[in-house]
């Protein structure tokens, strides 16, 4: 996070986020920019050493605002990713992806998300959570 961004409560949508992410024997750096909840823009890269990464981000004045521990179970299916998450302090997830390449694509890709979830997992939309694993984390602090 910025530096000067101090508490998870003074984040504003669109603010910059780095993530590093350790996921079996590798560490990955992301950057998430945007802010939109349908539609973000990511940059990734692979990494050797996650405490190294983490002291050049917070030599850049940026620091851990937020810890998400969850294990995720990934499937592919008709072109749409399936992610099983399981996510301490809050629970089982399921999340439904399909990667489009510009913003104008959003609108129809959520309406095949909708469809597949429906036709294909029998979800319905009621059951759509829309808020981020941080910011659901966030509310069980308060």
């Known amino acids: 996070m910025p530096s000067s961004v101090w508490s998870f409560r003074e984040y504003t949508k669109g603010t910059p986020i780095i993530r590093i992410r350790t996921e079996d024997n ?10 939109e909840a349908h539609f973000t823009r990511e940059v990734e890269t692979i990494v050797s050493d ?4 983490s002291q050049i ?18 499937y ?11 996510v301490v302090h809050l629970g089982d997830f399921l999340e439904v992806e399909l990667l489009v390449e510009t ?22 939309t009621e059951s759509i959570e829309n ?3 941080d910011t659901l984390l966030e509310h069980t602090k308060s």
């Open 26 to 35: 590798s560490i990955t750096l992301t950057l998430k920019a945007g802010g």
């Open 131 to 133: 808020e981020r694993y």
């Open 57 to 74: 981000i917070e030599a850049l004045s940026m620091h851990e605002v937020m810890e998400i521990d969850k294990t995720r179970t990934t």
């Open 50 to 53: 996650a405490e190294a990464t």
């Open 103 to 124: 913003e104008s694509e959003v609108p129809d890709a959520i309406k095949s998300i909708d469809l597949f979830a429906k036709q294909k997992l029998g979800l319905s």
């Open 76 to 86: 592919r299916c008709e072109g749409f990713t399936v992610a099983l998450d399981r």
